[in-house]
């Protein structure tokens, strides 16, 4: 046997079975030579059986042959977690002969249940070895096949792979494009090093592509760039529902191969929850889109719209220009070689784009990836539920546990039915307030479960002195104060790696390689700390427990209430409560040392990990109740003393109000805040309704946004945004359930509904000043000038103004 050594990193896992049916595992590893592929033999498929009776049930499973095939078992092990008395586990040759004998193997005698039967095997490898995607591994190996293998810590995986970013342009005549009768226009590719184009028929009037005279020669050409690039990081936006569906059946109309440009395998479209995905071997597709998506759902980013040109701006501050479908059919019919180029500078922006929202937040999602033992492809379509549950499959492995098994339908019913109270909101004191701190339990319901010992194994142990002991909930639930709690035990170590990342941060300029990669660290230990206590009540948990979840809620109430009684007693003000943070009045006499001691003795007496810090002292700060100001809970903003709004639950921070609401809402929460000058709001207010009326207000401020949140043939109220997508898929445009539009209200027609129109079917110009002025900017501010004693006929009509002074 001639063994040698390889170094590299794990991109991908993947399987296949040979001729005897015996499994073998592909590693695709990025080495110095590319991308190489090495073959695991010795790793065979397994579950595992709870049993009642160890020896006879093992002879029994091996004495039979499952389902027509005629299934044996390849071999049997007893083994013991720490969480079943008796188990055993089953080897098999292949994937195929564990789903056919866990369908039977219940009806064995002796056999009570059957445990991790549904982990994918690639996980399954990855979670024993302990081999991360996205970091390094060192091998040893003969020729292909791989004797040993491990993993090497590498933080700086990105820089040594080779991202290539694509985007189509294509033709949609009336409609959206059919990619079985519509050609593909242009295409662009991106790199780091730069960005090129690929179109045909149109000719340009720069040399910024390389020209074809058919289709077929440019997508040709297209998937041979891509062959000789050798990507390891493939990136689209929206690539899984557009771009690469469209380039799979453009390849069987042309009749042009795309597997060369992807190792030579077919791109594969998955289905992952409600949507499809497409997925390569050996090399990763990252949809830029779902990617974004899913940082806004984690609140790394906050975003309004998802289209490229609205994160572009929102992201990077820079505004990218919209070519409109309908200019691009004009275009390939009859364009202008300025016109021609124009587009291929669109395209080319669009995958240059891509890419670098890829490349700025995909760190995060590597961090991601080695945490829970997947590949990027499917760390960066996890919601945090999935997430969390993998860390807690892996760490089961670690602590020799066996893993729950996932809820039937029937179960997950039942659980839907079950409710428990949430976090302590007290509504604030209406109005304007001044010298606000604001105290915040740091990682308030993660503290909690490590304090109190929170798990769903914990849960009224069989200890009778833990029921009335320190762990006992003020809703009357208890937990174990004898044994660690193993989800408990986990957050304790996150937390910890987290406070190491955010120590190491501190010794690196902000701007530099090792800050970002040790704040993308950070920030993923963050949303898996905190999503935990979320996916305790989630009713598809393999982990659920109502009465765990029910217990972290009526602590978090016990200790922010508690937490509010003190400042009262040391003379402090209640002015705000929400589920973990105290907002409080200052006294004049009082200052940030005063505060800082109060919070110090606040901690003095919490236990474990809970800890309350001071966020800071605001100058000023308007709160608008519930009552007054409709469904939001969280609605106020406030100034600090160096001029920094914080503003939550206003229209500003909503994307289903209109820029111009939105917008003058902030300058009149500016006015009122930071300069004291209530009358200067009144005064933007007033000139803004003037320039509506006057039709000065460009379309961009007037297009409100919403979300298409089921198909349009199952709402039974057709609202505006409806009417106008409705209207749009008359035109061509293809919307699916979760796409985000954006409408104005014209002039033309009787209802609202019949005025809607997707922006960009809107000349400019062509608005309803009435219904701006008063379904959306008079709305927008009068919660806050009422405050002030003015009404809304005052801002519309004029009226008395009053000095700031007068509310103080």
């Not at 207010?685 to 509506?692: A, C």
Request: hydrophobic share 35%.
């Amino acid at each position: 046997m001639v063994e040698g050594k390889v170094r590299g990193i794990l991109i991908d896992v993947d399987y296949s079975t040979d001729q005897k049916k015996d499994i073998c595992l592909n590693l695709f590893v990025k080495t110095p030579k590319g991308l190489e592929i090495f073959e695991e033999r010795k790793f065979k498929p397994y579950f595992y059986v709870v049993v009642s009776d160890a020896e006879k049930a093992k002879k029994e499973l091996l004495a039979r042959e499952f389902g027509e095939e005629k299934i044996k078992i390849q071999r049997i092990e007893e083994v013991k977690p720490k969480n079943v008395e008796h188990a055993l586990k089953l080897y098999f040759r292949n994937t195929m002969e564990v789903v056919s004998v866990r369908e039977h193997v219940e009806g064995v005698p002796g056999v009570l249940e059957k445990r991790e039967y549904d982990i994918p095997f690639t996980k399954r490898f990855m979670i024993d070895t302990g081999l991360e995607p996205m970091n390094g591994i060192e091998l040893i190996v003969d020729g292909r096949e791989i004797i040993q293998a491990k993993t090497v810590e590498r933080s700086d995986v990105l820089k040594d792979l080779n991202f290539v970013a694509y985007d189509l342009e294509t033709y949609s005549p009336g409609r959206f494009s059919d990619p079985q009768k519509d050609p593909i226009i242009s295409i662009s590719i991106a790199t780091r090093e730069g960005s090129e184009a690929f179109i045909w028929k149109i000719k340009p009037g720069k040399d910024n592509a390389r020209y074809f005279k058919t289709e077929k020669e440019m997508f040709q050409a297209f998937i041979d760039r891509m062959k000789e690039l050798q990507p390891d990081i493939v990136v689209t936006y929206n690539g899984d529902l557009f771009d690469f569906p469209y380039i799979k059946e453009r390849g069987k109309q042309l009749k042009v191969d795309i597997r060369p440009a992807f190792m030579g395998y077919e791109p594969v479209e998955k289905r992952r929850g409600l949507d499809n995905a497409v997925k390569l071997k050996g090399i990763q597709h990252v949809d830029a889109y779902q990617l974004v998506r899913l940082l806004n759902r984690f609140g790394v980013l906050s975003l309004v719209k998802f289209d490229l040109e609205s994160v572009n701006e929102a992201i990077y501050g820079v505004h990218k220009e919209k070519v409109y479908s309908t200019e691009i059919n004009e275009i390939f019919n009859k364009g202008t070689p300025e016109q021609v180029d124009r587009l291929l500078d669109y395209n080319k922006k669009d995958s240059e784009a891509t890419l670098r929202i890829c490349l700025d937040y995909l760190s995060l999602y590597v961090e991601f990836s080695k945490l829970v033992h997947e590949t990027i492809y499917d760390s960066s379509r996890a919601g945090a539920s999935q997430l969390v549950e993998d860390l807690l499959i892996e760490k089961s492995h670690q602590n020799s546990f066996l893993i729950p098994n996932k809820p039937n339908e029937g179960e997950v019913k039942q659980r839907l039915l079950q409710t428990y109270t949430g976090g302590y909101v007290k509504e604030p004191i209406p109005g304007l307030h001044e010298n606000i701190a604001v105290l915040d339990f740091r990682s308030l319901h993660p503290s909690i479960m490590i304090a109190h010992n929170i798990s769903p194994e914990t849960l009224k142990c069989g200890h009778n002195d833990c029921a009335t002991g320190k762990n006992l909930s003020p809703d009357k639930d208890w937990f174990c104060e004898k044994k660690r709690g193993f989800i408990p035990m986990i957050l304790e170590e996150i937390l910890k790696k987290r406070v190491e990342a955010k120590t190491g941060m501190k010794k690196f300029p902000k701007d530099s390689e090792d800050y970002r990669l040790l704040h993308s660290k950070q920030q993923a230990l963050k949303i898996l700390l905190n999503s935990h206590y979320g996916y305790l009540g989630y009713a598809r948990s393999r982990w659920y427990s109502r009465e765990s979840a029910r217990a972290i809620t009526a602590w978090s109430r016990h200790y922010i209430r508690e937490t509010t009684h003190k400042a009262e007693e040391a003379g402090y003000k209640p002015l705000y409560n929400d589920t973990d943070s105290a907002f409080i009045i200052m006294p004049k006499e009082k200052g940030e040392k005063d505060a800082r001691e109060f919070v110090a003795k606040v901690n003095e007496n919490l236990p474990g990990a809970m800890e309350l810090e001071f966020e800071g002292i605001y100058k000023r700060g308007i709160f608008v109740t519930k009552k007054q100001g409709g469904a939001a809970k969280k609605r106020y903003a406030l100034v600090d003393y160096e001029g920094n709004f914080k503003i939550v639950g206003f229209e500003y921070v909503r994307r289903d109000w209109a820029p111009i609401a939105r917008n003058t809402q902030k300058s009149v929460i500016e006015a009122v805040l930071k300069e004291g000058n209530p009358e200067k709001a009144i005064k933007i207010v007033r000139e803004t309704v003037d320039n509506l009326k006057k039709g000065k207000v460009e379309k961009k401020d007037l297009v409100i946004l919403t979300q298409v949140k089921k198909p349009l043939n199952k709402y039974e109220s057709i609202g505006p945004h409806i009417a106008a997508a409705m209207k749009a898929i008359k035109r061509g445009k293809d919307l699916t359930v979760g796409s985000t539009i954006g409408f104005v209200i014209t002039r033309s027609g009787k209802s609202i509904s019949d005025r809607a129109e997707l922006e960009e079917y809107v000349k400019e110009g062509d608005y309803d000043a009435d219904y701006y002025i008063t379904h959306q900017v008079v709305p927008a501010v009068e919660k806050i000038i009422s405050e002030f004693g003015v009404s809304k006929e005052d801002l519309i009509q004029g009226g008395t103004q009053k000095n700031l002074s007068s509310f103080m």
